[in-house]
């Protein structure tokens, strides 16, 4: 009876042996830790639209694997109001405001579609022609804000048909015959780079060099020759300009002329606070004086 109690004991040991090990074997290959769980890390997702708007990012639905996601919000963008005595211009084509994007911030702004907004008036930001060309074959585009670009908001009528537009290197030449305010930047190229000189006689080359910047001369003297008078018109002036530099890479300015096209001021002279809402209805900045 003893041996064979033993020998039952064996056969007994051996079968656990056995189920341990199958149970073990099966926990292992599901994955599983026989002892404790292990924890999956939290999961990230970087804001990644086209451009910063200047709402306040919070947590997103979106899921990875079961899992609520959160947004990492981006450097925060930036956009600022000014020019208080300006917008007291009891003149529509002189009262102005000023949006600026900080040269610290992150990404672009679009700010197309916004709202300049006070107790008794409200006006939204239209879009804008990117090159405009005195010819026509304009396109308009978004106002977008690169870091450091500002939107001057007008709340007359442009001089240039009306239309709101983007300054460009060659943009001085139309102060010549037309009056902007604020005046716009004198920074065309020089006259004298602009015309080939082993085409025309010193004389030419003399009087090019005496143009002013941004200057199409009204008259050329006579004695200077058809070839230095054709030279001059077909080099010169905004067209030509921009016919010359629009794939420089300095051509656009950071600066936006858009005009709100009120035959009156919009903005009260004193006690006012004008305020801007991106496009989902979000105060961005407020202009009080």
Same mark, same amino acid.
């Given at each position: ?12 040991? $051996? ?5 341990? #090990?199958? %149970?073990?074997?099966?926990? /292992?290959?599901?994955? &599983?830790?026989?002892?404790? !769980? ?58 102005? $405001? ?5 040269? #610290?911030? %992150?990404?672009?702004?679009? /700010?197309?579609?916004? &709202?300049?907004?006070?107790? !008794? ?169």
């Amino acid at each position: 009876m003893k041996s064979g109690e033993g020998f039952l004991g064996a056969i007994l040991l $051996i079968a656990l042996v056995v189920l341990v #090990t199958f %149970g073990f074997v099966n926990v /292992i290959n599901r994955g &599983e830790h026989p002892t404790n !769980t292990v924890n999956k890390p939290v999961a990230y997702v970087p804001f990644s639209g086209p451009t910063a708007t200047g709402e306040q990012l919070s947590k997103s639905d979106v899921t990875v694997e079961g899992k609520p996601v959160s947004l990492i919000k981006p450097k925060e963008a930036v956009i600022k109001l000014s020019g208080s005595y300006n917008a007291q211009s009891s003149v529509a084509d002189r009262e102005y $405001i000023t949006i600026q994007a900080p040269s #610290t911030n %992150g990404s672009p702004i679009d /700010i197309t579609g916004w &709202e300049l907004s006070s107790k !008794t008036a409200s006006a939204k930001i239209p879009r804008v022609y990117e090159t405009y060309r005195l010819a026509g074959n304009n396109y308009l585009k978004d106002v977008v804000l690169n870091p450091g670009d500002e939107a001057i908001i007008v709340s007359g009528k442009s001089p240039l048909d009306n239309n709101s537009f983007r300054v460009n290197k060659c943009s001085g030449y139309l102060e010549q015959n037309k009056d902007f305010y604020p005046s716009l930047p004198i920074e065309c190229p020089r006259a004298i780079n602009e015309v080939d000189p082993d085409i025309v006689d010193d004389a030419c080359i003399d009087f090019v060099d005496s143009i002013s910047q941004c200057q199409m001369p009204t008259t050329i003297p006579a004695r200077l020759g058809n070839t230095c008078s054709f030279v001059i018109n077909k080099n010169l002036g905004y067209e030509s300009c921009v016919e010359k530099h629009r794939n420089d890479k300095d051509f656009q300015k950071g600066s936006f002329r858009v005009y709100l096209k009120n035959e009156s001021e919009i903005w009260k002279q004193k006690r006012e606070e004008i305020q801007l809402f991106n496009a989902k209805g979000i105060l961005v900045d407020t202009l009080s004086y």
